[in-house]
């Protein structure tokens, strides 16, 4: 079962950005879907966007798109969450998860997701 590792959290003033890494340590990366999910105390896990690994589509919730970009670098088996324009509202636990590539969507459903990693805090502040 693949193991993922986020780092890049930290806490950034409004209006700021902060890139998330999720590092893969071995998975079938040509067949997978890594998505990013966040979750804030007391709520459910909510999808943010995802990757189809093996073509590069990617997905986005409605409330990022526009101001978070998804990529990979293929090398290195590291998925990026580039989140710009921060708002308070997007404070919250970032997760990032692999599942098979049919996982890709954008309305992520986090029981389709098999390995997740530890959670990385972002914090915005207004």
């Known amino acids: 079962q693949v193991q993922l590792v986020e780092s890049g959290g930290g806490s950034v003033q409004a209006g700021g950005s902060l890139r998330l890494s999720c590092a893969a340590s071995s998975y079938p990366y040509s067949s997978n879907c890594v998505a990013w999910f966040r979750q804030t105390p007391g709520h459910e896990r909510e999808g943010v966007a995802s990757i189809m690994t093996s073509t590069g589509t990617t997905y986005y919730a409605d409330f990022v798109a526009g101001r978070f970009t998804v990529s990979q670098d293929g090398a290195k088996k590291t998925v990026y969450l580039q989140m710009d324009s921060l708002k308070p509202e997007d404070t919250a636990t970032y997760y990032c998860?692999?599942?098979?590539?049919?996982?890709?969507?954008?309305?992520?459903?986090?029981?389709?997701?098999?390995?997740w990693g530890q959670g990385t805090q972002v914090t915005v502040s207004s």
């Open positions: 998860a692999a599942g098979v590539y049919y996982a890709c969507s954008i309305n992520l459903v986090a029981s389709e997701f098999r390995s």
